[in-house]
């Protein structure tokens, strides 16, 4: 399994700010993901951020509005830019252990972002 | 379109009884299956995978897979209400992708 720590676990942010969330696994590990939960909604993979290569982005999400970094094996970081109320959501980092389609994807706690 | 679709729910059972929660696929190459169970304001929290047709028990869980009919069930016995929570499905279709179900919400009366 995989510990995973994400800061903050929330935070209330004006309109047309940024926020950036940081993502921190106990282990190393190879792909790391970003997912969305919007309120009563299941969730939505933003990117995948594999570390020595650039994020890879899923359909309707952008680089500019999520810039993604991922500096080492056991972090990762989200930006979500320029901020509009319908960011408000929580934000999910999720790593994969294991090989090839033998595997398990763990989740972190989540940052729940309000933009007033 | 990947698609994985679960009943929305509330599916309610009594405590004790079996809580039968379903979930089909529409990709006949889907490897990896799994169950997380989400309590309401918290993360996903993994309970089960399964990657071969047949059952695989841990606990009070039984995960069914079965490919041929593009389904998977999750089993909980002894329901408790501790097991009140909103339970997703998730589909692997290669090694990268991961797809989620839209989740039963289960309610177990005491």
């Known amino acids: 399994s995989a510990v995973i720590s994400q800061k903050p676990s929330r935070d209330i942010c004006q309109r047309g700010t940024s926020l950036t969330i940081q993502c921190q696994v106990d282990?190393?590990?190879?792909?790391m993901f970003w997912y969305r939960q919007q309120p009563g909604q299941s969730l939505t993979l933003i990117a995948t951020a594999n570390q020595g290569s650039e994020a890879t982005y899923e359909s309707g999400f952008v680089i500019d509005k999520f810039p993604i970094s991922r500096p080492n094996l056991t972090f990762s970081t989200l930006t979500v830019s320029n901020l509009s109320p319908e960011d408000s959501s929580i934000y999910l980092c999720?790593?994969?252990?294991?090989?090839?389609?033998?595997?398990?994807?763990?989740f972190g706690p989540g940052t729940r972002l309000t933009v007033t | 379109q990947k698609e994985v679709e679960q009943n929305s729910g509330p599916l309610s059972v009594p405590e004790g009884a079996i809580a039968s929660l379903n979930c089909t696929y529409s990709d006949r190459g889907s490897q990896s299956f799994f169950w997380y169970r989400q309590y309401s304001g918290k993360s996903p929290e993994l309970i089960m995978f399964?990657?071969?047709?047949g059952d695989k028990e841990d606990g009070r869980f039984t995960a069914q897979l079965n490919k041929a009919s593009q389904y998977v069930s999750l089993l909980i016995r002894d329901s408790q209400p501790s097991d009140s929570a909103t339970y997703l499905c998730?589909?692997?279709?290669?090694?990268?992708?991961?797809?989620f179900g839209s989740g039963t919400k289960l309610n177990v009366k005491p």
């Open positions: 999720s790593v994969r252990v294991g090989a090839g389609y033998l595997y398990e994807q763990y």
């Open positions: 998730a589909v692997s279709y290669n090694f990268n992708k991961f797809y």
């Open positions: 399964i990657y071969s047709n």
């Open positions: 282990s190393q590990v190879t792909m």
